[in-house]
């Protein structure tokens, strides 16, 4: 039995050394990624490149910025770390053995590393931390805000403006300083409001929307940085504009009035629209001379504009006078106003009820833009 025991001993011996060998023939690499903030850097990519093999290795890290892999080959590495495709931070020249190396990332440590060799004191180094760290929050506060947005946008085109408000609230809880998150809120409060059978409910959105719009021309107004964006005033005119549209709807007209005119005034190049929009709301309101001038300020700014000679008409007869022969007067201008829209839309929406106005005070229609037909004198 002697015989057998030295053999079987050597067969044993050779069976353990075998893995022993492979395993000093590779190392391992190992380390943890946190950002300035000192947070775990979450399913990134380190990329380990060898300088001299050209054998890569990209490992990814877990929910605590970790990272770890057996199995790569000596070498001198360039190590990369990369977030959503972007490179956060390299080294070059990192020396893997038959050992376990150990690489970590801190952008603290970084940054600091930076500010040193830049000549930064203590305060200076920690004002640039605090600045990386506010861009950092403010960058993650803007995806949460747009996030929001865009849901409530998806909303509000469904129809479903309780959840587009119960969103943009949402937002608001977030950073509620945001003049655009209270515009979206009051836009979904006034598209609601046609919906309710509740006159109360109504007009509470209504006065919702109202409050909104102002605390956005409030945030606005109060910025130092949107005055300096290209189109601040057209912004602004906007939140004026929807301002004025629920106060028109709430029987505002005096507020409705003031606000479209600050719209006007504020983006020039709309002004058509915003005041054609104060001449309607006037003409609702029965207050003819008012709506009269309104529209007479959309014709100065752009006298092709069809619809303000056809309303202006309307507010213009709806002062004419009767004699005392029964016979009815249209103040001056009034058959001029039709005449001028049917030249301008002879075919326009408005082109009949223009018509059957010139033939109640006894005008012909103008026919060949421009050319007369005889008229008979009012």
């Not at 189109?231 to 602004?236: H, P």
């Not at 829209?341 to 082109?351: N, V």
């Amino acid at each position: 039995m002697k015989y057998f025991i030295v053999p079987l001993l050597l067969v044993l011996v050779v069976s353990v050394s075998v893995p022993f060998a492979l395993a000093q023939t590779t190392g391992s690499v190992k380390g943890v990624c946190k950002d300035v903030e000192g947070k775990p850097i979450t399913q990134a990519d380190v990329e380990w490149l060898g300088v001299e093999t050209g054998h890569k290795y990209t490992l990814k890290t877990n929910n605590k910025g970790e990272y770890f892999s057996l199995g790569i080959a000596p070498d001198k590495y360039n190590v990369t770390l990369r977030k959503d495709g972007k490179e956060v931070f390299h080294i070059n020249g990192v020396t893997v053995g038959m050992d376990e190396a150990t690489l970590d990332f801190d952008m603290k440590k970084e940054q600091a590393r930076v500010a040193q060799g830049q000549g930064l004191t203590p305060e200076q180094l920690k004002a640039q931390q605090e600045a990386a760290a506010k861009a950092e929050k403010e960058k993650n506060t803007i995806g949460s805000l747009n996030d929001k947005l865009n849901a409530a946008k998806a909303a509000s085109d469904a129809g479903d403006f309780d959840t587009a408000i119960a969103t943009l609230t949402a937002a608001n809880q977030i950073d509620g300083t945001r003049d655009l998150i209270w515009f979206k809120l009051g836009d979904a409060y006034r598209m609601s409001a046609p919906k309710q059978t509740d006159p109360a409910e109504k007009q509470k959105r209504y006065e919702s929307a109202a409050a909104d719009y102002q605390k956005a021309i409030d945030l606005r107004t109060a910025s130092e940085a949107a005055p300096k964006e290209a189109d601040n005033n057209q912004k602004m005119a906007a939140y004026y504009n929807n301002l004025a549209e629920v106060y028109a709807k709430s029987n505002k007209v005096d507020d409705a009035v003031t606000n479209y005119a600050k719209a006007a005034q504020l983006d020039p190049p709309h002004a058509v629209t915003y005041l054609f929009n104060e001449g309607a709301v006037l003409t609702n309101a029965g207050k003819a001379d008012d709506a009269i001038a309104a529209f007479d300020k959309v014709i100065a700014v752009d006298p092709t504009k069809a619809d303000a000679y056809y309303w202006k008409g309307i507010n213009l007869i709806g002062k004419e006078t009767i004699g005392k022969d029964g016979k009815a007067t249209a103040p001056q201008g009034t058959a001029e106003a039709f005449q001028k829209y049917l030249e301008l839309q002879p075919d326009g929406k408005f082109a009949q009820p223009a018509k059957d106005m010139l033939a109640s005070i006894g005008v012909s229609v103008e026919t060949g833009f421009g050319k007369k037909k005889p008229v008979k004198k009012q």
